[in-house]
């Protein structure tokens, strides 16, 4: 995803997809229940396409509507924003002309910067593309100038931002030895390589890897035909909202797709095909891993490698103001699936799920209505830490959290007292004193308890 993922806590070599075939892949009406469920009771999307696969089937299952003003049919051609896996594609775009011997991954970055330019460095070693596609350059996630919130919060900053940023920044780490979910990092990544190909970063990602791999319907810039075929993008809350422009860091989540050449991309990537268009590069994207924060992850160039219930899976999520994604792949099943919401709430679990069952569906609890009284009871400012705090709000009957320096979203009511986010597993639930008041707010997130204290 983009930026919502942090609410409040602050491809192989050839062999490594060898593995026993999978007996079947989910059925149909199985996903259909899922999908029905998330949607008609969790409220959690408007329309869901998913999509699973194996070496020899493939399988779309949809439920719920575009919500486009033509009414069109959910299906496998049904164009979404898919956010951050757009960053797979960079690092593929990389390794592509790290095979044609246009660039090295232990190039540094500003070799192919403008003179003007100044890359930051730490303790003398400069940002290499590897540093850039493992998500360990020590830039932070996002530069200053991209607001944390809005209709389209990238669509207004600039090269000159950019290159102002770069060369003004101090790195608290050095290259290569920290892990930081990289936007930056990735839109820098994909201008840099147009720069050296002379070319836009589109022009550039069409020719060299969606041309080979037959992906006619993954751009940028909408076709006339994607466009009749684009899903509305929902909030959190399901109200429709803008779609998303990445002038200047399309490298990290600009591109649109379908589930249809989503199926073609993880094919090519995931299944090994012996002579397959770009398998050079493909195997370069996960011989270099690299940690993350969590022990059951890595990282390699743009995927994710998740290790856990005796498999590795292969992935990556995306989203952006208004839309949700997941592809994966299950390295042991040797099958995978491909989840598009049109609704920025996640649906990774959905996708983990398809990809190997022993994954745990998220449980939604049914949401209730409350008294806008008692709603108006909870409004204020209860203070997490000195310099954190969440601003409750409510009006016409709905109630909203608001975090330091972070956008509002909504939450939802399971009882008269305990209330649950969409956007992320988060649960708050408000305390009265021995006089009635409201005093505190117990918030859950993370596995995490901790009391929050109203300010009065």
């Given at each position: 995803m983009i930026p919502r993922r942090d609410f409040l806590l602050g491809v192989m070599a050839s062999s490594v997809f060898l593995a026993r075939a999978r007996a079947d892949i989910v059925p149909d009406g199985d996903i259909r229940t899922i999908l029905q469920d998330r949607i008609d009771n969790a409220r959690q999307s408007v329309g869901i396409v998913a999509a699973t696969f194996d070496a020899g089937r493939q399988n779309i299952v949809t439920y719920g509507r575009s919500g486009a003003a033509n009414d069109r049919p959910l299906d496998g051609d049904t164009v979404f924003e898919i956010g951050s896996?757009?960053?797979?594609?960079?690092?593929?775009?990389?390794?592509?002309?790290?095979?044609?011997?246009?660039?090295?991954?232990?190039?540094?970055?500003?070799?192919?910067?403008?003179?003007?330019?100044?890359?930051?460095?730490?303790?003398?070693?400069?940002?290499?593309?590897?540093?850039?596609?493992?998500?360990?350059?020590?830039?932070?996630?996002?530069?200053?100038?991209?607001?944390?919130?809005?209709?389209?919060?990238?669509?207004?900053?600039?090269?000159?931002?950019?290159?102002?940023?770069?060369?003004?920044?101090?790195?608290?780490?050095?290259?290569?030895?920290?892990?930081?979910?990289?936007?930056?990092?990735?839109?820098?990544?994909?201008?840099?390589?147009?720069?050296r190909a002379n070319t836009s970063y589109e022009d550039l990602l069409v020719s060299r890897v969606c041309t080979p791999l037959g992906l006619g319907d993954t751009r940028i810039s909408l076709t006339d035909s994607m466009r009749e075929r684009l899903a509305q993008g929902h909030e959190s809350s399901l109200k429709a909202t803008s779609n998303w422009d990445l002038p200047t860091l399309a490298g990290a989540g600009a591109l649109r797709s379908t589930a249809n050449d989503l199926l073609k991309f993880m094919k090519a990537t995931c299944l090994n095909e012996a002579g397959a268009p770009l398998r050079p590069a493909i195997d370069m994207l996960l011989k270099t891993r690299r940690p993350v924060n969590n022990s059951n992850q890595t990282v390699g160039l743009g995927w994710f490698v998740r290790s856990e219930n005796d498999d590795e899976v292969v992935l990556k999520d995306g989203g952006t103001g208004g839309y949700a994604s997941f592809v994966g792949f299950s390295k042991r099943l040797r099958s995978g699936a491909i989840?598009?919401?049109?609704?920025?709430?996640?649906?990774?679990?959905?996708?983990?799920?398809?990809?190997?069952?022993?994954?745990?569906?998220?449980?939604?609890?049914?949401?209730?209505?409350?008294?806008?009284?008692?709603?108006?009871a909870y409004e204020g400012v209860y203070r997490m830490t000195p310099k954190f705090a969440l601003t409750i709000r409510a009006e016409a009957g709905r109630l909203y959290v608001r975090a330091t320096g972070q956008p509002e979203f909504e939450l939802f009511a399971e009882s008269e007292n305990r209330f649950f986010m969409r956007i992320v597993d988060a649960q708050g639930t408000f305390l009265r004193n021995k006089d009635g008041a409201v005093d505190r707010l117990l918030w859950h997130q993370g596995g995490r308890y901790q009391y929050c204290t109203r300010v009065p």
């Open positions: 896996i757009t960053k797979v594609f960079t690092a593929l775009l990389l390794a592509e002309m790290v095979t044609r011997g246009e660039v090295a991954l232990d190039d540094p970055v500003a070799k192919y910067l403008p003179d003007h330019v100044k890359m930051p460095t730490r303790n003398g070693k400069l940002i290499t593309f590897l540093d850039l596609a493992t998500y360990t350059s020590g830039l932070p996630r996002l530069p200053d100038g991209i607001p944390n919130f809005g209709d389209n919060p990238y669509a207004n900053y600039t090269v000159e931002q950019l290159y102002a940023f770069l060369s003004n920044h101090v790195l608290r780490f050095e290259p290569g030895t920290h892990y930081e979910y990289a936007n930056l990092g990735f839109g820098l990544l994909g201008h840099v390589l147009a720069l989840v598009l919401s049109n609704a920025s709430n996640p649906i990774n679990d959905i996708g983990l799920r398809l990809t190997n069952p022993a994954y745990k569906l998220a449980q939604y609890p049914p949401e209730v209505s409350v008294d806008p009284a008692i709603l108006s």
